[in-house]
């Protein structure tokens, strides 16, 4: 079982950037694909951005793109997402996914591991 544990939300206003963290529990997941997800109040969760295992490849929604970075450090166990520019329409929980065979897939069922999320609020 992994256990994944996001940081780094918080409010900031448009314009401004934060660092999202996911990290597992009680496992190593440089082996998994991981991607971030987000739901706004109301809405249905989305896929914003995907990772191999090995880093080498990435992909975005379209709303993201030149904004948001997907990033991963595997000796620290740990994927990152770099936000910047952001807007008041980027205001979500945050949750990362992670599943040995996918990284890009973007139906939420896909997903074998979640974690509970981290709420981002953007101002205007």
């Known amino acids: 079982q992994v256990q994944l544990v996001e940081s780094g939300g918080g409010l900031v206003q448009a314009g401004g950037s934060l660092r999202l963290s996911c990290a597992p529990s009680?496992?190593?997941?440089?082996?998994?694909?991981v991607a971030w997800f987000r739901q706004a109040p109301g809405k249905e969760r989305d896929f914003v951005a995907g990772?191999?295992?090995?880093?080498?490849?990435?992909d975005y929604v379209d709303s993201v793109k030149g904004r948001f970075t997907i990033s991963r450090d595997n000796a620290k166990n740990t994927v990152y997402l770099h936000m910047n520019s952001l807007k008041p329409e980027d205001t979500a929980v945050y949750y990362c996914?992670?599943?040995?065979?996918?990284?890009?897939?973007?139906?939420?069922?896909?997903?074998?591991?979640w974690g509970q999320g981290t709420q981002v609020t953007v101002s205007s």
């Open positions: 996914a992670a599943d040995r065979y996918k990284w890009r897939v973007r139906t939420t069922t896909a997903w074998q591991y």
């Open positions: 990772i191999s295992w090995s880093g080498a490849s990435t």
């Open positions: 009680g496992r190593t997941f440089s082996s998994y694909g």
